[in-house]
């Protein structure tokens, strides 16, 4: 695997170093011993899908507050996403910083996004999957956002967004 850094801190792009032959190939997406190696949360407890019907859905922006805050690995397993990274911790140095990654089902990538920073992402394609790990178990009552739109971000996703919950739509702007 190959952990490559994106501009918020302690976020990742994990790629696989694929084994090719005539069968197709083979790729390890996760190893406990080499996420510790690479200074990244390996304790990863929980597991979750989220299926989304149409392109231009957006998911986001979420985080857990503390105590409960996650790390999470996100992989798109079907279709396409704009997959977005906010870092909401105050004393890190790329705070308010937001990155973006296009995962699909054919690169294969993942995002590993560390703890305080929120997540969010756009459905590039129709019947897209995203598959996310997390370090804790989901603690409703930590759950939070922000805006997907807030001015404070000034967010790229590159695409309309068509479809989001009310909930997402309704989150605060940071600081607000």
Known sequence: MRFVPLPVAGAVVVEADRIE???GFFARTFCRDEF???????????????????????RGIHYQRAPHEEAKLVRCTMGAIRDVVVDLRQESPTFRR??????????????YIPKGVG??????????EVLYHM?????PASAAGVRWDDPAFAIDWRAPVRVISERDRNFPDFGA
Request: glycine content about 8%.
């Open 21 to 23: 032959d005539e069968r």
């Open 135 to 139: 370090s804790v178990v989901f603690h």
């Open 98 to 111: 937001w990155a973006a990654v296009d995962l699909t089902a054919a690169n294969r990538s993942a995002v």
């Open 36 to 58: 510790a190696a690479g200074g990244l949360d390996a304790d990863l407890v929980q597991c979750s899908i989220s299926f989304n019907e149409r392109a231009g859905t957006l």
């Open 119 to 128: 997540h969010g992402f756009l459905t590039l394609a129709d019947a897209s």
